[in-house]
């Protein structure tokens, strides 16, 4: 079977994709995340590229699971020194992605770390719009409501989010009103 590299077109095979050890864990990275943040992550690692070479394997394994360290948790501080943190959905991290994206032109690459991103996650998961939109495209991806679960479930875990990430109930009201949803 072969492939084309949607970059430069470029034809190989599927199984010279795989044949090292580092393709193969790369690979698995990207197997594990959600498409839409999968997507724009292989967009982002472009902004760490030398401008004269490609970048590494080895360096991508490095920035794509450090990425997943921050995503992961579901949350985002502004920065490491900072304690304040925000709810931030795989969906919001690929939004601040996508966001750098537009406006690549104004970013000083190769990118060396991910504290830029985490700045724009963070701004976002401070904007109700922004988290709204992220919840609604959380929700069109899910095809039901999943088990036992009422239509405005996510409507009612959307607006407890929002109202938390504006300050309007502290977290602990926050949690108080998730478990009560459950």
Not at 42 to 54: N, W
Not at 93 to 110: D, F, N, V, Y
Not at 121 to 132: E, M, N, R, S, W
């Amino acid at each position: 079977m072969q492939l084309t590299c949607p970059c430069c077109g470029e034809q190989f095979p599927l199984e010279a994709g795989m044949a090292d050890d580092e393709g193969k864990r790369l690979a698995a990275l990207f197997a594990g995340m959600e498409p839409k943040l999968g997507k724009a992550v292989l967009q982002y690692l472009r902004l760490f590229s030398p401008a004269k070479r490609s970048l590494r394997t080895t360096k991508a394994i490095r920035l794509v699971e450090d990425l997943l360290a921050l995503v992961t948790p579901g949350n985002v501080t502004r920065d490491a020194r900072t304690t304040d943190t925000r709810r931030a959905t795989p969906t919001l991290w690929a939004m601040g992605i996508e966001q750098m994206l537009s406006a690549r032109e104004k970013l000083t690459l190769p990118l060396d770390n991910h504290h830029y991103l985490r700045a724009v996650v963070y701004g976002l998961a401070g904007d109700a719009q922004a988290t709204a939109a992220a919840a609604e495209a959380d929700r069109s991806r899910r095809s039901s409501n999943g088990p036992g679960r009422p239509a405005d479930y996510f409507e009612k875990l959307a607006r407890i989010n929002g109202d938390e990430a504006l300050k309007l109930i502290t977290p602990e009201q926050a949690e108080k009103m998730r478990s009560e949803l459950q």
